[in-house]
């Protein structure tokens, strides 16, 4: 199954009907399964000071009516307000809304009590592991500076997921000036650094820990070229790397499509058998460097006493997102796909 993911670093827009337009061109001009805008893409008090959150009263309708009419999934970014509170949001929508993640990592210029957005951090880490199906993709995602986290990605890779979405606010060589405006923290500008760390991270996420592709969409808050506003994906099993917006992108906006192979992404963490049955070709020889990688992670969950399939399950079912599978069980699924395989090539060998 080959399906068409986008990514972008949108133009800035400081208001909701321009950012709300562009996107719903993007979106009817373009023939895409999945959409990632950035995080913080609607509300947030720098850049819209005049609608710094919204309910899902009054964004999510006109969100599943856009998904709907371009047959496309959407993850949105955004600043909910919910009961009298603020979160920083990701939305996950595919023709109705699938459901969401919160931030557990909030700088002190948006954390309730400290900064000016007022936000409250996601408390239950458990939380975060959390599948959504859109399009046949399996995915989760991540917030920005959540990169540096440990026990987060560890998780999400006995997931298996499809795809990981990383959600940036703005450039990762760039970091707030933080004053204080009427006892609160807000943002005063900003200090330009070169990164030596975040996508390295994002490079190690990849190839070692959830060892999926890596779909990444940032704002650039008309920061310049320096600051290094990330998109695309980052997937070292099919030698893609992510990229970094040019001066031109950053004004004018840019989105990248790039198509996603679920039976290789799958395969490529599997086996090099399973890769067979699941295409019909032998992956790249360089990909049995990572046979080593493959037999500790499957002799680790039988360390466990349980199959990687069984943890994956339990975690769905926990998480109450194992309707994706349709009351069978990955492993029974799985068993389905390799006996197809097996019927096609005996048929091929007839």
Not at 24 to 38: A, G, H, M, V, Y
Not at 183 to 203: A, L, Q
Not at 206 to 218: D, T, Y
Not at 316 to 343: A, D, G, P, Y
Request: charged letters at 30%; hydrophobic letters at 35%.
């Amino acid at each position: 199954m080959i399906k068409k993911i986008a990514t972008c670093v949108p133009p800035q827009f400081y208001n909701f009907e321009d950012k709300i337009n562009w996107f719903t061109k993007i979106l009817k001009e373009n023939e895409i399964d999945l959409f990632i805008l950035p995080q913080e893409y609607f509300g947030g008090n720098y850049i819209m000071p005049d609608r710094p959150t919204f309910t899902k009263e009054e964004l999510l309708p006109i969100l599943e009516k856009l998904s709907q009419d371009t047959k496309t999934g959407l993850v949105v970014g955004l600043v909910e307000r919910e009961n009298n509170e603020n979160y920083e949001r990701m939305w996950f929508i595919d023709n109705v809304f699938k459901g969401e993640l919160t931030k557990f990592a909030e700088p002190a210029y948006t954390v309730k009590g400290k900064g000016s957005y007022d936000l409250v951090p996601e408390t239950d880490l458990d939380k975060r592991f959390q599948v959504f199906k859109i399009k046949d993709i399996l995915l989760s995602g991540y917030f920005c500076w959540e990169v540096y986290s440990d026990l987060l990605f560890a998780g999400l890779g006995v997931l298996d997921l499809d795809l990981l979405v990383s959600q940036i606010k703005f450039g990762v060589s760039m970091s707030p000036k933080k004053e204080e405006k009427n006892g609160k923290i807000e943002v005063g500008g900003f200090n330009h650094f070169k990164d030596t760390s975040w996508k390295r991270r994002i490079e190690i996420i990849n190839e070692f820990e959830v060892k999926c592709p890596i779909a990444i969409s940032s704002n650039s808050w008309a920061l310049p070229e320096k600051a290094e506003h990330l998109f695309g994906i980052q997937d070292v099993f099919t030698k893609r790397k992510y990229k970094i917006a040019n001066q031109e992108q950053i004004e004018n906006g840019v989105i990248d499509i790039q198509e996603l192979d679920l039976e290789k992404t799958r395969g490529n963490r599997e086996h090099w058998s399973s890769y067979l049955e699941r295409t019909g070709e032998m992956p790249d020889g360089w990909l049995r460097e990572y046979t080593m990688m493959w037999k500790i992670y499957n002799l680790e969950r039988r360390l466990l006493g349980k199959s990687k399939d069984q943890l994956i399950f339990e975690k769905l079912k926990k998480m109450r997102f194992s309707r994706h599978i349709q009351n069978r069980s990955i492993q029974t699924e799985r068993q389905r796909l390799v006996r197809k395989m097996k019927s096609i090539k005996y048929k091929n060998k007839k």
